[in-house]
């Protein structure tokens, strides 16, 4: 093929059948009625709190410049992205909207709107996903073979072709070409649906009023109307909330035989918790955040918050920092070392007493300037907090033993004293 379009290969991926038949029979339910296809996915509960849960840790995180190691914060990119990306959006509802994409379909597109004088960026808009394809040109009818196209439809109908440098393209799930996400409800989709289901039946079982199906017998014969009667006015007197708990009349001659549908006997309730752990392990989330607390501590959750962060949020928010480095910053920024990085310490933020005694640690140590613990708790910096302190007993390590020379040789005095100049230098 001279021009492949990735986005239609990737949506023909088969995945693995998974047989529903039987669990959605128990449940009474319809295959076709359960829907979680393409952004309809987040109609499921725990997939709306796992996809929440990322979106907003990612949007909380404040972007920072660097040049080095040196925060530079009078860069343009600043307000950008740490205050409006565009007219229309926070800085917040930005990245919530981004990394929201992300974890539904797997990529996420955002127009570099820049000056092409100076190549500075002026705004950065989110695309809709389903608007977005990938085209690649094999042999160079366009320019160059193997180039890479983004093509751009909007409500009107109308195209436009983006060239990579003209698109910020994140991937939020796995790849196996490194050019498109896969989405992750093309291999959740049976767990999913499994969810679903089990949500639908219970909404449609509390609706009920907790009633159990059952069977009407009576001797005699009723054409098709008189039961369709019968029907609607048993069901108006026994169905619903409304009638939960009351006594239900029935004429001479009808006897009510309940069908048990028992939760537990059918094992509902640990199919239910079994799909929304393995849902959550899908997208990096842990128990404790979707509210499984069956087996969770004070400890194991302090400890499960900072798995969450290393495991699930660094290489997302790592991916986010090497795209914008590379296509936000111009050419010489990259070679003068310009680079962004989110402040993580929103999600690793300790507690007061922890967080004081490390900085004390730090302080004393000569590695944090005083004002530097002091803006960690949102204090002023104060005169002087600008100077590395650090313990008056410690000495440069070529300078070891020279306490001791006045007792062992002091004509190595001279080389020590050469020694320490050549540790200030």
Not at 246 to 266: C, H, N, R, T, W
Not at 400 to 410: E, F, H, N, P, V
Request: proline share 4%; with cysteine; glycine share 6%.
């Amino acid at each position: 093929m001279i021009i492949r379009n990735l986005v239609e290969e990737l949506s023909d991926t088969q995945q693995e059948a998974t047989d529903l038949d039987g669990f959605l029979k128990m449940l009474d339910a319809d295959q076709r009625d359960i829907d979680v296809k393409g952004e309809k996915i987040i109609k499921e509960a725990v997939v709306y709190s796992c996809v929440r849960i990322r979106c907003e840790t990612v949007a909380k995180l404040p972007l920072k410049v660097y040049k080095g190691n040196s925060k530079v914060n009078d860069h343009y990119l600043n307000n950008l992205l740490r205050l409006r990306p565009n007219p229309y959006m926070t800085a917040y509802t930005y990245h919530k909207t981004v990394e929201t994409m992300n974890c539904i379909h797997g990529n996420a597109y955002v127009y570099i709107d820049f000056n092409r004088k100076t190549g500075k960026v002026k705004g950065l808009y989110p695309l809709e996903n389903t608007r977005v394809k990938i085209y690649v040109d094999d042999v160079g009818i366009y320019g160059k073979a193997n180039k890479l196209y983004y093509v751009y439809t909007d409500k009107l109908g109308k195209r436009f072709k983006l060239m990579p440098y003209e698109i910020l393209h994140f991937i939020g799930g796995i790849t196996f070409n490194g050019i498109i996400g896969l989405p992750p409800s093309l291999y959740l989709q049976g767990l999913i649906e499994n969810s679903k289901a089990s949500q639908d039946y219970l909404n449609n079982f509390y609706k009920n009023g907790l009633q159990t199906k059952g069977i009407i017998q009576y001797v005699g014969d009723l054409d098709k109307n008189a039961q369709e009667q019968f029907l609607r006015e048993f069901e108006s007197m026994s169905s619903g909330l409304k009638n939960a708990h009351k006594v239900s009349l029935l004429p001479f001659g009808y006897q009510f035989q309940p069908i048990s549908a028992s939760l537990v006997d059918a094992q509902f309730l640990e199919n239910t918790k079994l799909s929304a752990k393995q849902i959550a392990s899908a997208y990096g989330v842990k128990l404790h955040q979707i509210n499984e607390l069956e087996k969770a501590t004070y400890n194991n959750v302090e400890q499960s918050q900072k798995d969450f962060y290393i495991e699930t949020m660094q290489p997302i928010l790592t991916g986010y920092e090497q795209e914008y480095v590379y296509k936000l910053f111009l050419d010489k920024e990259i070679e003068e070392n310009y680079w962004l990085k989110f402040n993580v310490d929103a999600i690793l933020r300790s507690d007061p007493k922890t967080r004081a005694e490390t900085n004390k640690i730090f302080v004393e140590g000569g590695i944090k300037l005083p004002n530097e613990a002091r803006a960690d708790e949102d204090l002023e910096p104060l005169p002087g907090g600008d100077t590395l302190l650090g313990n008056g007993n410690l000495i440069p390590l070529a300078m070891a033993g020279i306490q001791y020379l006045s007792k062992i040789d002091t004509g190595l005095l001279d080389e020590y004293i050469e020694k320490l100049k050549e540790v200030k230098k």
